[in-house]
């Protein structure tokens, strides 16, 4: 039996993803097959097709950090699912693939009622914010936040997530979002033509409870002047580093910030710190993986979150997709596999 799988073969544009044919492995015990129907297209693809993406396999190597699909086989050690159950996974690597072998203990099934590709669209997303939100933040209502990238994957989940919990949302974007977050009730800051740090001091002068930054660089040193002096700073990703040249001041700045913040969970400026990583979190408490997932899901099932699918790709399309999504897309990228 034969496998397809999508390797990004060396650093380099999307030309250098290649669909392989290749032998199906032997499930091992304790593996399920899945047969993947959609996996999602992510920034950190792009940076680790790059060579960018700290911590990345060396190439040739298969992407792909969320999979929804169906039981085709099980290992003799496997209970708790069964042939043709529809599941998911965050699997960090290897989704770009017509078949997956997982873990039992990584996957997760998919309520009756939920749309498959929906499900697939907020894996990594909306499982970021729902971590940052609620884990790491510990955000209360009443609590005032700003979020970088609101126009974003996480940032759209942060928008939709946030509303549970009644708190007063600022947000930087694109001028083309403008209208969507005014209607939203989001105070939103346009990135290209404002300063945020000046906008901020003028509508909280006292500052703001909780930062989300994805962005990295300088823009952490910007986002502390917006904080509260026993405000919380959470970084949660490095989009700087997606130019194609980055200043080395700026290279050495994060290099010392992540060392502070690590070690003593303070920013430079005295401010409570801290770090973010989902591939982390699955190593290390795996199990809030998989909770916040079914309750994702749970919410997903009750119309209260609604991912945007911009694009459903076929597998074998796979540079497309990586294309569509340097371009710029307003919603989520799927590859579609079966």
């Not at 990703?237 to 050495?252: H, I, K, L, M, P």
């Amino acid at each position: 039996m034969m496998n397809q799988r999508v390797y990004i073969t060396k650093p380099g544009e999307a030309s250098v993803l290649k669909l392989i044919d290749e032998p199906l492995k032997e499930i091992a015990e304790n593996e399920v097959r899945v047969k993947v129907i959609a996996t999602g297209v992510a920034f950190a693809d792009m940076m680790m097709r790059k060579g960018k993406y700290p911590g990345a396999p060396g190439f040739p190597f298969v992407p792909g950090h969320e999979v929804v699909g169906v039981v085709e086989n099980i290992g003799r050690e496997v209970t708790n699912f069964k042939k043709g159950q529809f599941v998911a996974s965050f699997c960090k690597y290897g989704g770009y693939s017509r078949f997956v072998h997982l873990l039992e203990k990584d996957l997760v099934l998919i309520p009756d009622g939920v749309d498959l590709y929906e499900a697939a669209a907020i894996i990594l997303n909306y499982l970021t914010a729902y971590q940052l939100l609620y884990r790491i933040a510990e955000v209360q209502k009443g609590n005032t936040v700003l979020a970088h990238g609101l126009g974003g994957g996480v940032g759209t989940a942060l928008l939709q997530l946030s509303k549970e919990l009644d708190i007063k949302l600022y947000g930087t974007a694109s001028a083309k979002d403008r209208q969507k977050f005014i209607s939203e009730g989001v105070f939103y800051i346009d990135y290209r033509t404002e300063d945020f740090v000046k906008r901020m001091n003028s509508l909280e002068p006292n500052g703001v409870d909780v930062v989300f930054d994805g962005v990295g660089g300088f823009n952490w040193q910007r986002s502390y002047q917006t904080l509260k002096r026993d405000g919380l700073f959470i970084g949660y990703g490095f989009t700087y580093a997606a130019e194609d040249s980055v200043q080395s001041n700026e290279q050495q700045f994060m290099v010392e910030e992540w060392n502070r913040i690590l070690h003593t969970e303070k920013t430079s400026s005295g401010h409570k710190g801290k770090f973010y990583s989902i591939s982390k979190v699955s190593q290390q408490e795996p199990n809030t993986i998989l909770e916040d997932l079914n309750q994702l899901f749970k919410l997903l099932k009750e119309y209260k979150i609604k991912p945007k699918i911009a694009h459903k790709v076929p597998l074998e399309e796979a540079v497309t997709a990586h294309q569509l999504f340097e371009k710029g897309i307003d919603g989520k990228i799927l590859l579609i596999c079966q």
